[in-house]
């Protein structure tokens, strides 16, 4: 062979590698730069997913809900992951054409997105409501801090029954709005950003929604939310706090039945149930059955064996102390009748493996 021809194969085969190299550093470079998923809310007027988890997220089992919170309690019974993951109610690939993608009476779950996950949310009643005047400020949080394209806020019109009617874009009126907006020129706030618009909303009176669509400057997601708010009303705001960092679980805790043969009268039992797990992390109940008689308070103690770490809880205090944990009862679900049970849930941190420990339980006076 010619050394001009072993020259070209050579120079043939640097060509290739250097191209395969390119491509491989190229796509890379792409998987490690892209973006979290966007995720927000309308937290005041709050969204009435995240309303019902401000109310309900630390006590959702609590029967009062049912008279106190009907339209809540109804949204918790269909589907709890619909508030838990109440910063995640999207549509993708939408293209601006929100009207086509989010049918009328369907606007407050985005068009049944993730279905059957927000369908509750469409649900016509007499939602909770939030106290505003005809000219106020809805603040908005971006947990993912990705700016908005945009933000348009509207207002149903006057005469308009949100307890009575299904929402439809006919009823609305644009009442506010930003442009595009970086995150950059968001106010800061614990676990992301948030931003406030200005809306004015003239003539209103009485109960009305508020409908928000984000479209989020991160590839093509658009957020629908609906807030309930009253135009004169008597309601108070919500907290303006902004929730934690620590995202909501992706599967909601259900409701774990009690034993069907109660324990010795005196004693109480615990049933420990990992009912959600991801990446890091996991959700948790426990059962806490009493005996034959009834009891006053309860004490549970276990110890975990591979690093786990219980990170927050609901229904019950939980401290931990090295590897072990102790769980008190709440002041509302202490005492329980013989063979009754309560349950109470946390999430927590794993690394490695999370097998479910032993749990002891005590009664307490």
Not at 8 to 36: D, E, H, K, N, S
Not at 261 to 276: F, L, N, R, S
Request: proline letters at 9%; hydrophobic letters at 30%; a neutral charge.
């Amino acid at each position: 062979m010619s050394t001009s021809i072993r020259s070209r194969r050579v120079v043939w085969l640097f060509a290739i590698v250097a191209t395969t190299t390119l491509l491989l550093t190229t796509a890379l470079t792409t998987v490690l730069t892209r973006p979290a998923s966007a995720h927000g809310s309308v937290v005041d007027p709050a969204s009435r997913n995240y309303s019902c988890w401000q109310r309900w997220g630390g006590d959702f089992q609590n029967p009062r809900m049912a008279t106190e919170d009907p339209m809540c309690w109804q949204a918790w019974q269909a589907d709890p992951a619909a508030m838990w993951n109440w910063n995640g109610l999207f549509r993708e690939g939408v293209g601006g054409n929100h009207q086509a993608a989010v049918p009328d009476g369907q606007l407050c779950s985005g068009g049944r997105t993730q279905s059957p996950r927000y369908n509750s949310l469409d649900t016509i009643g007499a939602w909770k409501t939030t106290a505003v005047s005809n000219n106020f400020r809805l603040r908005f949080f971006d947990q993912a801090s990705h700016g908005a394209d945009y933000i348009r806020v509207y207002v149903t019109k006057q005469g308009f029954n949100s307890a009575t009617q299904p929402l439809g874009w006919g009823n609305l009126e644009l009442a506010g709005q930003i442009g595009n907006t970086p995150a950059s020129q968001w106010d800061q706030d614990t676990g992301g950003v948030s931003i406030q618009i200005p809306v004015s909303a003239p003539g209103r009176t009485g109960r009305h929604i508020v409908y928000t669509v984000w479209q989020a400057s991160h590839f093509d997601q658009s957020y629908y939310l609906c807030s309930d708010v009253d135009f004169g009303g008597g309601s108070t705001n919500p907290p303006t706090t902004p929730p934690p960092t620590t995202p909501p679980p992706t599967t909601p805790p259900p409701t774990t039945p009690p034993p069907t043969t109660p324990p010795p009268a005196g004693a109480c039992t615990a049933t420990y149930q990992v009912t959600g797990q991801w990446p890091g992390g996991f959700q948790a109940d426990v059962t806490v059955t009493a005996g034959g008689s009834p009891i006053q308070g309860w004490s549970l103690s276990w110890n975990y064996a591979n690093g786990q770490q219980v990170t927050s809880s609901w229904n019950a205090t939980v401290s931990t102390n090295g590897t072990a944990v102790t769980a008190r009862n709440a002041n509302h679900n202490g005492s329980l009748a013989a063979g009754a049970s309560t349950t109470f849930g946390f999430l927590g941190s794993w690394n490695g493996s999370n097998p479910v420990p032993l749990v002891t339980c005590t009664t307490t006076s």
